[in-house]
């Protein structure tokens, strides 16, 4: 019998090797040398740089309230809500109770405030989330299939594929993925 989710192992981010270090220090080391190198001989170039910085911090500055109301009002109005209500969205007769509470629960990790939004099935992932596409393919599936023990081989094969726009669909995509044990 399958262990209970809330037994599941949180997310273990990888370690970083030695020469994946190595080289994010290198194209560091690069980039700011080659913004030197541009500062010394074309030094109008600083005014550039500066005034996009100031440019990325004021739209920042701006958006980030905003960003922070949204959330307090899917707070509010889902006061009482819980991973219950969630789960209720499901036949945990079909769909892996991992699955559900690990898409849930890294969901809400991913989401770009502090406030503990609970989570509907229903919500898209790139409108009522505020998450970015990058985001979601690059660290959220990886953190999902991790902690459900899925394999991301095959994906191409899966249903869901191209279709993972809500909290529901992002649920079934892993539901049908293959345990990593089953795919050796």
């Keep these: 019998m399958k262990q209970a989710s809330r037994f599941m192992p949180q997310y273990e981010p990888e370690k970083t ?8 220090v290198t194209v560091a080391l ?32 701006i958006d ?12 509010q109005e889902r006061d009482g809500l819980s991973i219950c209500e969630f789960a209720k969205s499901f036949d ?29 099935a229903s919500d898209s992932l790139l409108d009522t989330l505020l998450l970015d596409m990058d985001d979601i393919d690059l660290s959220l599936v990886e953190e999902i299939a991790q902690r459900t023990g899925r394999s991301l081989e095959l994906f191409e094969k899966n249903p869901y594929i191209g ?5 529901q669909n992002l649920v079934l995509f892993f539901n049908h993925q293959a345990p990593v044990h089953a795919m050796k």
């Design 17 to 24: 090797s030695r020469g994946a270090l190595i080289g994010y």
């Design 30 to 61: 690069t980039i700011i040398l080659v913004m030197v190198v541009v500062v010394v001989y074309q030094p109008w170039s600083l005014v550039v740089f500066v005034g996009l910085a100031i440019f990325a911090k004021i739209v920042w500055v």
């Design 64 to 75: 980030q309230p905003k960003v922070e109301q949204h959330f307090l009002k899917l707070c």
């Design 92 to 120: 945990t007769n079909v769909v892996d109770t991992w699955v559900i509470r690990a898409v849930y629960e890294q969901l809400q990790a991913a989401l770009p405030t502090e406030h503990k939004v609970p989570i509907k």
């Design 163 to 167: 279709k993972v726009t809500t909290a």
